[in-house]
T-cell receptor, first 112, second 110 residues
Framework: SAVISQKPSRDICQRGTSLTIQCQVDSQVTMMFWYRQQPGQSLTLIATANQGSEATYESGFVIDKFPISRPNLTFSTLTVSNMSPEDSSIYLC?????????FGEGSWLTVV | GQQVMQIPQYQHVQEGEDFTTYCNSSTTLSNIQWYKQRPGGHPVFLIQLVKSGEVKKQKRLTFQFGEAKKNSSLHITATQTTDVGTYFCAGGPNAGKSTFGDGTTLTVKP
């Protein structure tokens, strides 16, 4: 199993600012995934964070807007840069351990 | 790109009734996962199916993966109020990197 801790759990952010979300896993994992869930919507994959290499971004997401770090096999950060109200979402990290996917509890961001 | 469609979007049932949600992909999937998300919570992994025609059961939940590996279903027998939430299917090249369906939100009237 895996336990994922995400920080912050919630935040209210000013337009134009940036916020970094942290994801800590209690075991070593090769890949970590960052998802966004806009209000009332499904989950959309932002990027895959690989240790020791650049993150791989999905279509519609760019590194300048969502820089990701992966300094080791248990930790990753996602920064939401230059935020606008459209960035108000839940941001979730997830990992795969054997055949099970685990999600963090999410970081609920509101941009005002 | 890959699209995963899920129906119905909403389902309201009386407690004790059965419930089914269906998932269809525009492309063949290597695997499909199902998740449950309670209101205000995060997605919780239920199961992963990988084999064509696979059927798996978890108590009152039955999961099926189609023969062509392009569709799947989740069936709940005799729903309970604890079953409320949104059920998502997701599929992709690997389980972690998945395309999610839009989800089916289940409400259960006691």
């Amino acid at each position: 199993s895996a336990v994922i801790s995400q920080k912050p759990s919630r935040d209210i952010c000013q337009r134009g600012t940036s916020l970094t979300i942290q994801c800590q896993v209690d075991s070593q994992v090769t890949m970590m995934f960052w998802y966004r869930q806009q209000p009332g919507q499904s989950l959309t994959l932002i990027a895959t964070a690989n240790q020791g290499s650049e993150a791989t971004y999905e279509s519609g997401f760019v590194i300048d807007k969502f820089p990701i770090s992966r300094p080791n096999l248990t930790f990753s950060t996602l920064t939401v840069s230059n935020m606008s109200p459209e960035d108000s979402s839940i941001y979730l990290c997830s990992v795969q351990v054997t055949n099970t996917i685990y999600f963090g509890e999410g970081s609920w961001l509101t941009v005002v | 790109g890959q699209q995963v469609m899920q129906i119905p979007q909403y389902q309201h049932v009386q407690e004790g009734e059965d419930f089914t949600t269906y998932c269809n992909s525009s492309t063949t999937l290597s695997n499909i996962q199902w998740y449950k998300q309670r209101p205000g919570g995060h997605p919780v992994f239920l199961i992963q199916l990988v084999k064509s025609g696979e059927v798996k059961k978890q108590k009152r939940l039955t999961f099926q993966f189609g023969e062509a590996k392009k569709n799947s279903s989740l069936h709940i027998t005799a729903t309970q109020t604890t079953d409320v939430g949104t059920y998502f299917c997701a599929g992709g090249p690997n389980a972690g990197k998945s395309t999610f369906g839009d989800g089916t939100t289940l409400t259960v009237k006691p």
